[in-house]
């Protein structure tokens, strides 16, 4: 019967109407799926002398224990957002002689080889190798690479318990912020706390049951919760809904201008990929912390400008790529509606525009590595303000490609077109480009001067920037609304 599952899905992909239209993306991210998983197998067989060479008064072993509770919590943290649950159309075999637990056990065996899985096994498998190279015992590297199978299962698992809440997601960052915290400042050092724990699953083989046992309970738990959820009038249950009772009636004071601003803010809290955004957004405020703090980069300012237009222009790129994709649902209905197109496009500008002011404000603290980060930040939300919003709005325009709000941003590819890979090339590489080229020339302060200056104008010209951006719209119209009309694009 598994096999028959896996047939079923097999044509269902490839006999989808919309197989041909994202190939060319399909193929992309394939090729970025195997660059991925051959730098990981690198990573793999050189972390054993990494570490040798970082920690020469320790083993390896050892010092990849000290990390391990960090990389369980922290790939539960990021899966969250990237891994999909294993979705199947089970109605039909309800009908039929198919038991329930089939059904149950085939969609999360199928959830066991998600790539997720297989990037963690990319890395540890060759770091087990170079382990046997360098004279490990064979036995306690075999099956302590099983403990690490299991323990990856059951994150894999775990995932599927906790996806859709929030308070688990809100719990796994403030654990990890905690933790980090205690080893950051000496307060507890989490680190030689939880290295016994894990080095015992390779000085003692038999511990190898402990992770075995808690992927099986786990497990379990994910079959009990499917197979309860499994029956044919399951969509007929009527369904009790909690819902926000906020109504934004500060937006009103903005007229029509503020009724679409509304709309957005509750589609941003409401579904899943867009909420999703934000808190991605929030994370790389921290990206700073991997350059700043390394020596290497203090005197790369090309690169403190990157980390300006990207950590300013975040949700900027993130949100304002896939803008009118959003409203893909009822694009067609809004647009045969008397609705003012300008006031929607002010109201995705104003959106973006204060994220850029917030996120601007959420980076000031990089002050603390100079007043050319605060410099070059300001420099750069200025221009993301002035120039980048009417850029990205412009190109929207070619977007038609509809997207489902539910489903999570990452390993998602609806609403993805090659639109979306060239217009980093305005919006992210140019900037820089600018930057570079005044920098080397003059200096930093007549970088940030021209890209503050460039801000200022485009803010100037906003009116009459909004009103070409709205010209564009309206030519590509009926156009949009025939893309956004066809689903699984």
């Not at 955004?277 to 790369?300: K, N, R």
């Not at 790529?321 to 500008?349: G, H």
């Not at 930093?444 to 906003?462: F, K, P, T």
């Amino acid at each position: 019967m598994f096999k028959k599952f896996a047939s079923l899905q097999w044509k269902s992909f490839f006999r989808s109407p919309n197989f041909g239209k994202s190939l060319a993306v399909k193929i992309l991210m394939g090729f970025f799926a195997v660059y991925m998983l051959i730098v990981l197998a690198a990573m793999g067989v050189a972390s054993y002398f990494i570490l040798k060479d970082i920690f020469p008064d320790q083993s390896p072993m050892w010092s990849i224990s000290q990390y391990m509770i960090y990389w369980i919590l922290i790939e539960l943290f990021f899966r969250y957002f990237m891994q999909k649950l294993p979705v199947m159309d089970i109605k039909p075999f309800l009908t039929t002689p198919v038991k329930k637990s089939t059904i149950a056990h085939y969609i999360l065996g199928r959830s066991a080889a998600s790539i997720y899985n297989l990037l963690s096994l990319f890395f540890f498998v060759p770091f087990c190798i170079v382990l046997l190279f360098q004279g490990y015992s064979f036995l306690n590297v075999s099956l302590w690479l099983v403990s690490i199978m299991a323990i990856v299962l059951g994150i894999n698992y775990i995932n599927l318990l906790i996806n859709k809440s929030d308070k688990a997601l809100i719990a796994l960052g403030t654990i990890i912020a905690v933790l980090y915290g205690l080893d950051y400042f000496g307060l507890f050092s989490v680190k030689d706390f939880f290295a016994p724990i894990f080095h015992a699953l390779y000085a003692y083989p038999i511990t190898v049951l402990v992770p075995i046992a808690l992927a099986v309970l786990i497990y379990y738990l994910n079959y009990k919760y499917l197979h309860n959820k499994i029956y044919l009038d399951a969509s007929l249950k009527p369904k009790d809904v909690q819902v926000n009772a906020s109504d934004l009636a500060w937006t009103k004071k903005l007229g029509d201008m503020g009724t679409f601003l509304q709309l957005d803010l509750k589609m941003i809290w409401r579904n899943k990929r867009t909420k999703s955004q934000v808190w991605i957004s929030l994370l790389f405020v921290f990206y700073g912390l991997i350059f700043y703090t390394q020596d290497i980069y203090a005197e790369m300012m090309p690169m403190k400008a990157f980390l300006g237009v990207f950590m300013t222009g975040i949700f900027l790129s993130n949100f304002g790529q896939f803008i009118p994709a959003w409203d893909s649902s009822y694009y067609s209905m809004m647009m045969s509606q008397n609705i003012p197109l300008r006031k929607y496009l002010e109201s995705k500008a104003l959106l973006i525009s204060v994220s850029v002011i917030f996120m601007f404000l959420l980076t000031i603290p990089y002050v603390y590595f100079g007043w050319e980060a605060l410099a070059i930040n300001f420099g750069c939300a200025l221009y993301n303000l002035g120039v980048n919003i009417p850029v990205i709005l412009f190109f929207g325009s070619f977007n038609k490609k509809r997207i489902e709000l539910d489903q999570s941003p990452f390993g998602n590819m609806q609403g993805t077109s090659a639109n979306q890979f060239l217009i980093m090339l305005p919006v992210l590489i140019v900037p820089i480009l600018i930057f570079t080229l005044f920098y080397y020339l003059i200096s930093v302060e007549a970088a940030v001067i021209v890209l503050s200056v460039m801000g200022i104008a485009g803010l100037a010209m906003r009116n009459f920037l909004l009103d070409k951006v709205t010209q564009q719209y309206r030519k590509k119209k009926y156009g949009m609304i025939a893309g956004f009309k066809q689903k699984n694009s």
